[in-house]
C-alpha cells in the first residue's frame, strides 16, 4: 500500500519561508519512473501544480514560481521537502503531495496524501 | 501558463450521462496523450480517475470514460449516482518548459 503525508507549519507570516515534507511509504524514489509531487489548491480554487522530483534527481518547477521554489528529496528517510521562499497570502492553501508517474513522458498522480493547509498571515 | 478550461458546473439525474470537456491548446492537450482526471470530494484529496486520456485505474468504476479530440479532452460519467457528485479536474503534461498545467475544475451535482 502506498501512502504519503504532509507535515510542516499551520501558519507563516508574510516574507518568511515555507518547508513541507512529504513522507512516503511503499515504493522507492530510486525507482526508475517513479517521481514525487506537489500540488497545492487555495481555499475553493483549483489544483496547481508546484514542483516534481524524479528517481533521476531531475527536478521541475512551475514557471512563474520557478525562483521561489526548490525540491529536495532523501531516498534514505523516504521524503521530499519543498521551500518556498517570500510567502505572501495569496499563497494560503492546501498543499498536497503525490506520487508522480514518468514512463515515456510525465503522467498521472496517483495517489495523493492528505494535505495540509498553510495559512499566510501576520 | 494558462490554466485549462473547464465548464464550472455540470448536473445530472440520476442514471443519466454527463459529459465534463477540458479545453486546452495545441501545446498541451492538443500535442499529448496525457490527460489525466481527478474526483474530489469536498475537504477530501483528490483521486486519480483516469490516466492517459482514457485508461482507468485498477478499482474505478467502468461507468467513467475518457476521450480526446484535437485540443478538448472530456470525461463521461454513465449510470450517474448520487457519490458521484464532487468537483473534476482535468490536468495535462504540456511540454518541458510548462511541464503540467490543471483545468479550472467541474462540479458535478446529482439532482
Known amino acids: 500500500q502506498i501512502t504519503l503525508k504532509e507535515s510542516g507549519p499551520t501558519v507563516v507570516k508574510p516574507t518568511q519561508t515555507l518547508t513541507l515534507t512529504c513522507t512516503f511509504s511503499?515504493?522507492?524514489?530510486?525507482?526508475?519512473?517513479?517521481?514525487v509531487a506537489w500540488i497545492r489548491q487555495p481555499p475553493g480554487k483549483a489544483l496547481e501544480w508546484l514542483a516534481v522530483i524524479y528517481w533521476n534527481h531531475d527536478k521541475r518547477y512551475r514557471p512563474f514560481l520557478k525562483h521561489r521554489l526548490t525540491i529536495t528529496k532523501d531516498t534514505s528517510k523516504n521524503q521530499v521537502v519543498l521551500i518556498m521562499t517570500d510567502m505572501d497570502p495569496v499563497d494560503t492553501a492546501t498543499y498536497y503531495c503525490?506520487?508522480?508517474?514518468?514512463?515515456?513522458?510525465?503522467?498521472?498522480?496517483?495517489?495523493w496524501g492528505q494535505g495540509t493547509l498553510v495559512t499566510v498571515s501576520s | 501558463q494558462s490554466a485549462l478550461t473547464q465548464p464550472a458546473s455540470v448536473s445530472g439525474s440520476p442514471g443519466q450521462s454527463i459529459t465534463i470537456s477540458c479545453t486546452g491548446t495545441s501545446s498541451d492537450v492538443g500535442s499529448y496523450n496525457f490527460v489525466s482526471w481527478y474526483q474530489q470530494h469536498p475537504g477530501k484529496a483528490p483521486k486519480l480517475m483516469i490516466y492517459e486520456v482514457s485508461k482507468r485505474p485498477s478499482g474505478v468504476s467502468d461507468r467513467f470514460s475518457g476521450s480526446k479530440s484535437a485540443n478538448t479532452a472530456s470525461l463521461t460519467i454513465s449510470g450517474l449516482q448520487a457519490e458521484d457528485e464532487a468537483d473534476y479536474y482535468c490536468?495535462?503534461?504540456?511540454?518541458?518548459?510548462?511541464?503540467?498545467?490543471f483545468g479550472t475544475g467541474t462540479k458535478v451535482t446529482v439532482l
Open positions: 511503499g515504493f522507492s524514489l530510486d525507482t526508475s519512473g517513479v517521481g
Open positions: 503525490a506520487r508522480n508517474d514518468f514512463g515515456v513522458l510525465p503522467n498521472w498522480f496517483d495517489p
Open positions: 490536468c495535462s503534461y504540456a511540454g518541458r518548459s510548462t511541464f503540467y498545467v
